[in-house]
T-cell receptor, first 118, second 113 residues
Framework: AQKVTQAQTEISVVEKEDVTLDCVYE???????LFWYKQPPSGELVFLIR??????QNEISGRYSWNFQKSTSSFNFTITASQVVDSAVYFC???????????????FGQGTTLQVKP | EPEVTQTPSHQVTQMGQEVILRCVPI?????FYWYRQILGQKVEFLVS????????KSEIFDDQFSVERPDGSNFTLKIRSTKLEDSAMYFC???????????FGEGSWLTVV
């Protein structure tokens, strides 16, 4: 069965520290998509990145970087030189292409609350 | 930048009342979704909608829930007889194609008293 696990419930860092948020997923599909979303205190869900299962290239976007490793079923997210505005809940999510086709449904992890202190 | 819009942002309703949450997905998107998030918990899938019909639903989406796309722009979630445990943030989302990026609205916070 599909599952996304974010083992870190809460992380607290001091501004300018680097922080890595872990995500481990389970799926039987060979084709799937992985996502990260940010939920700031205002509550909305903000899309950060999408990665398909055939693309294991790491990605860097400004202070954000993502490490996708199929061998360990992990899709970790690193924030370099964290800032107070990075404080939020971060969700990792999985979308499968199942037997019924792909409805695009997202399965979310439990989320990691990141607090960046000044 | 196109966005998903939801109304109302917050609604308080009495137990047993019917509630309709409204959404305007991104205009050229074909896949529509409702998710919910109980306070402090993870985001849970409720239902997906494609080609004017439900394509998948979770076990949460029982007979008390229904969705509709009454015209070319709106997508609604109806809860027929609300229960206390329906109190949650409800997110509408849309995507261009299956597996493509799904964009979320800002959410409708429902409080059942």
């Amino acid at each position: 069965a599909q599952k996304v696990t974010q083992a870190q419930t809460e992380i607290s860092v001091v501004e300018k520290e680097d922080v890595t948020l872990d995500c481990v997923y389970e799926t039987r599909d060979t084709t799937y998509y992985l996502f990260w979303y940010k939920q700031p205190p205002s509550g909305e869900l903000v899309f950060l990145i999408r990665r398909n299962s055939f693309d294991e290239q790491n990605e860097i976007s400004g202070r954000y970087s993502w490490n996708f490793q199929k061998s360990t079923s992990s899709f970790n997210f690193t924030i370099t030189a964290s800032q107070v505005v990075d404080s939020a809940v971060y969700f990792c999510a999985l979308s499968e292409v199942g037997w019924a086709g792909n409805t695009g449904k997202l399965i979310f992890g439990q989320g990691t609350t990141l607090q960046v202190k000044p | 930048e196109p966005e998903v819009t939801q109304t109302p942002s917050h609604q308080v309703t009495q137990m047993g009342q019917e509630v309709i949450l409204r959404c305007v997905p991104i205009s050229n998107h074909l896949y529509f979704y409702w998710y919910r998030q109980i306070l402090g918990q993870k985001v849970e899938f409720l239902v997906s909608f494609y080609n004017n019909e439900i394509s998948e639903k979770s076990e949460i989406f029982d007979d008390q829930f229904s969705v509709e796309r009454p015209d070319g722009s709106n997508f609604t979630l109806k809860i027929r007889s609300t229960k206390l445990e329906d109190s949650a943030m409800y997110f509408c989302a849309s995507g261009g194609t299956a597996g493509n990026t799904i964009y979320f609205g800002e959410g409708s916070w429902l409080t059942v008293v």
